[in-house]
């Protein structure tokens, strides 16, 4: 499933296209203002953006350079009434990938959607988020709320496959075996239990990183 932001203050237009998208295999989040959008962002990182230019808080192209300086690799696709070639150039220079013009056929923009993200490679995802907790895979770094935080490599790898089964209780002995048992080799029980306690004290204790008592852990968003 695609899962697609669009921001846009058109309630009809949002809903249209919300509506033909969800019938071929999308989930599309509607924001109607810059504000909402990013709030959303930086908790969790869709897919793909759908962007409108003029917005009631704002112009899209300054969102747009905010999601690339954050998003170094989320596809961006302009939607708007702007057909000067000054505005387009403008906004694939400012970070879209792509730009389409209003009026529009549904059946073309799904059509670049899915051009964009064969084009990316971004139907696998290169950001994983839950509940303000973000991973960029591409580059290695995670942040929460928006602050990035330095973890070591073995941390990193456990909070990575616990965000990689978002949702799902993964027990004790599955992550040993991911995180640190690669080759066969014995670890002790309690070196998972030391570094589930250093990475909940530098992520701030979150609440999405729930103890399923006897099992395991379990990443689960409580937005």
Known sequence: M???YYIEDDQSIAQLVKEYLE????????????AQAKQ?????VPTLVLLDWNMP???????CQ??????????????TVRDDSRD????????????????????VLYARIVALLRRTGSTAKPYLSCAGIMIDTGRRRVSSH???????AVEYQLLLYLMQYQGRTVTREQILAQVWDVHGNYVNDN??????????????????????????YRMEDTL
């Open 2 to 4: 695609i899962d697609l």
């Open 23 to 34: 019938r071929r295999d999308c989930k599309v989040t509607i924001f109607h203002t810059l």
């Open 40 to 44: 959303a962002l930086a908790a969790h």
């Open 57 to 63: 808080d704002g112009r899209g192209d300054s969102l």
């Open 66 to 79: 905010w999601i690339r300086r954050s998003f170094q690799d989320l596809p961006i696709i302009f939607l």
């Open 88 to 107: 387009i150039v403008s906004g694939l220079q400012k970070g879209a990938d792509d730009y389409v013009v209003k009026p529009f056929s549904l059946e």
């Open 146 to 152: 928006g602050e990035e935080i330095s973890l070591s």
């Open 191 to 216: 070196t998972l239990t030391v570094t589930m306690k250093r990475l909940r004290d530098k992520l701030g204790q979150p609440a999405c990183l729930q103890t399923v008592r006897s099992v395991g």
